[in-house]
């Protein structure tokens, strides 16, 4: 690994043949490539992470790309891009590399990308994803990409490559919150009591209707001496009415 002296002098001859800014890896560039797989293959995550340099800048590498090769470093992205790809001539562990596309939150915009050979178990792999992921490994070189809707002779982006290991956060699942809660218990109580008052107000008005078709018409004309008010009429109070009642109240034919 780079903590072998001979491993790290053979490292620095190759990196004087990397150009940065080039899109895709040249020929030339694939020694000292591989030798970085080289070096992750042998060292776990936690080994990695253990030496690696947590407060990397973007600038840092944009500014000074020959004095951060083969730095060891600690990345938080959120992941946008996953992409596999099969390869057959770099090291015999090593039949597939995935891309990752990203930036850390001290980047924002701007894109990271990274090269590992191991994705952690059931991170998606797509175009377009949406995941955040810990990266640990060894910067190689800037890479050059054409953002979406180049036209024909823009120049090329630029974006930090690494190649190391990659520790995924899947989303976790969270239950509604306390606010949900009670905006949905208000909700349904509201309902119930809006229901509530809408068969209230029914019954009254159907009691209010059924009383009216129970009352009887008047179906003959009141004795002058019984022209007392509606409601003593009703409750036949008058002494009056009564005296005359069997006499003169009688239905008219």
Not at 29 to 51: C, G, N, P, T
Not at 181 to 189: I, N, Q, R
């Given at each position: 690994?780079?903590?072998?002296?001979?491993?790290?002098?053979?490292?620095?001859?190759?990196?004087?043949?990397?150009?940065?800014?080039?899109?895709?890896?040249?020929?030339?560039?694939?020694?000292?490539?591989?030798?970085?797989?080289?070096?992750?293959?042998?060292?776990?995550?936690?080994?990695?992470?253990?030496?690696?340099?947590?407060?990397?800048?973007?600038?840092?590498?944009?500014?000074?790309?020959?004095?951060?090769?083969?730095?060891?470093?600690?990345?938080?992205?959120?992941?946008?891009?996953?992409l596999a790809?099969?390869?057959?001539?770099?090291?015999?562990?090593?039949?597939?590399?995935?891309?990752?596309?990203?930036?850390?939150?001290?980047?924002?915009?701007?894109?990271?990308?990274v090269a590992?050979?191991?994705?952690?178990?059931?991170?998606?792999?797509?175009?377009?994803?949406?995941e955040r992921?810990?990266?640990?490994?060894?910067?190689?070189?800037?890479?050059?990409?054409?953002?979406?809707?180049?036209?024909?002779?823009?120049?090329?982006?630029?974006?930090?490559?690494?190649?190391?290991?990659?520790?995924?956060?899947?989303?976790?699942?969270?239950?509604?919150?306390?606010?949900?809660?009670?905006?949905?218990?208000?909700?349904?109580?509201?309902?119930?009591?809006?229901?509530?008052?809408?068969?209230?107000?029914?019954?009254?008005?159907?009691?209010?209707?059924?009383?009216?078709?129970?009352?009887?018409?008047?179906?003959?004309?009141?004795?002058?001496?019984?022209?007392?008010?509606?409601?003593?009429?009703?409750?036949?109070?008058?002494?009056?009415?009564?005296?005359?009642?069997?006499?003169?109240?009688?239905?008219?034919?």
């Open positions: 690994t780079d903590e072998d002296p001979e491993q790290r002098a053979e490292a620095a001859e190759e990196f004087e043949a990397v150009t940065d800014g080039t899109v895709g890896i040249q020929p030339e560039e694939m020694l000292i490539y591989w030798r970085l797989f080289y070096w992750v293959e042998h060292q776990s995550f936690e080994a990695l992470q253990k030496r690696a340099r947590p407060d990397a800048v973007f600038a840092d590498f944009m500014q000074f790309p020959d004095k951060n090769r083969g730095k060891l470093v600690q990345l938080d992205l959120n992941v946008r891009r996953v790809y099969d390869v057959d001539d770099g090291l015999p562990d090593v039949r597939r590399v995935y891309e990752i596309w990203g930036w850390s939150d001290e980047s924002k915009a701007w894109l990271y990308v590992t050979a191991h994705l952690p178990e059931g991170m998606p792999v797509g175009p377009e994803v949406y992921a810990r990266f640990v490994g060894y910067f190689f070189k800037l890479h050059g990409y054409y953002e979406a809707g180049a036209k024909p002779r823009a120049a090329p982006l630029r974006a930090p490559l690494l190649v190391g290991r990659l520790l995924w956060h899947p989303p976790v699942a969270q239950g509604p919150s306390a606010s949900q809660d009670w905006w949905t218990l208000g909700a349904v109580g509201g309902a119930l009591v809006f229901l509530g008052g809408v068969i209230v107000v029914t019954y009254l008005g159907s009691r209010k209707a059924a009383r009216r078709r129970a009352t009887p018409r008047r179906l003959w004309p009141r004795h002058p001496r019984c022209r007392s008010t509606t409601a003593r009429w009703r409750r036949r109070s008058s002494p009056e009415c009564r005296a005359v009642q069997a006499t003169c109240c009688r239905p008219t034919s």
